[in-house]
C-alpha cells in the first residue's frame, strides 16, 4: 500500500510541477522581452494592462489547482474550476480584443503579416477555450483532465514563445519552430505516460494532436482570401 501511495504522490507531484514549469516559462518569456526595452508600460494603452492581469491571474489559477489536488483539497479545487471557466472567458474576450486592437493600430509583430496575427490571436484563443471546456467535460476523468489542462497551457506557450524565439532571422519557420517546443514540452508527458502506465495516454496524444490542429488552421486560414478580405475590414474600421 505504501508504494502505491507513494507512486500516487509522485504523480501528483509530476503535473504540479509541470504547471509550474509552463507557467515560469511564459513569465520568463514576457519578462526578459520587457527588460529588454521592448516593451514601454508607461504608454500602453489600458486594455494591454488589462490583458496582462488577466492572463497573470490565470497561471496563478494553473499552478494553485494542482496544488489543491495534491494537498487534498478537492473542494475548493472544484469551487476553484468553477471560477476558472468564467476566468477563462475572459482571457478569450480580452485576448481577443488585444488580437484586434493590435492590427487596428498597426503594431502587431512585423515579421506578422496582419491577417495572420489575426488568425493566429483569434483561433488560438478559440482552440484554448475549446480544450478548457473539453477538460471540463472530463472532470470526473482525472487522467483526461489533468492532460487536457496542459494542453490549454501549452497553446497558450505561443505568445511567450514569439519573445523568446529569434522570429525575425527564422520565419517562415517561426511559427514550427513554436510548435517543436509546444510538443517537445508534451513529450515530458509522453515520458512520464509510458514511465507510469506503459503507454502513452490517449488524452496526451489528443493534446499533442490540438495543438498541431491550432498550427495548422492558423496558417490555412491566414492565406484565405476570404479572411484576408476580413482583415482589411477590420483595419479599416
Known sequence: MATVAQAAERDQS???????????????????????????????????????????????????????????????????????????????????????FAIKAGIQPPFFTPPYFLA???????????????????RRDTAWHRRLMIGSSVLIMEPALGRLLPMPLIMPWGEWAALAVQLGTL?????????????????????????????LLIEGLAILPAWQALTARVIAG
Open 187 to 215: 513529450a515530458i508527458v509522453v515520458r512520464h505516460d509510458r514511465k507510469t502506465l506503459g503507454a502513452v495516454h490517449p488524452a496526451t496524444l489528443a493534446a499533442m494532436l490540438t495543438v498541431v490542429a491550432a498550427h
Open 14 to 100: 509530476f503535473w504540479q510541477k509541470m504547471a509550474i514549469g509552463i507557467a515560469v516559462f511564459i513569465l520568463f518569456g514576457f519578462g526578459q522581452f520587457a527588460a529588454r526595452g521592448f516593451v514601454d508600460y508607461a504608454n500602453a494603452p489600458p486594455l494591454m494592462h488589462l490583458h496582462g492581469l488577466v492572463m497573470l491571474g490565470w497561471l496563478t489559477i494553473s499552478v494553485v489547482q494542482p496544488f489543491l489536488v495534491n494537498r487534498g483539497d478537492i473542494a475548493l479545487h472544484r469551487k476553484l474550476g468553477w471560477i476558472s471557466l468564467f476566468w477563462a472567458a475572459g482571457v478569450v474576450i480580452v485576448g481577443s480584443s488585444i488580437g484586434f
Open 120 to 138: 493566429l490571436t483569434q483561433v488560438g484563443l478559440l482552440v484554448f477555450a475549446g480544450t478548457i471546456a473539453w477538460a471540463i467535460a472530463k
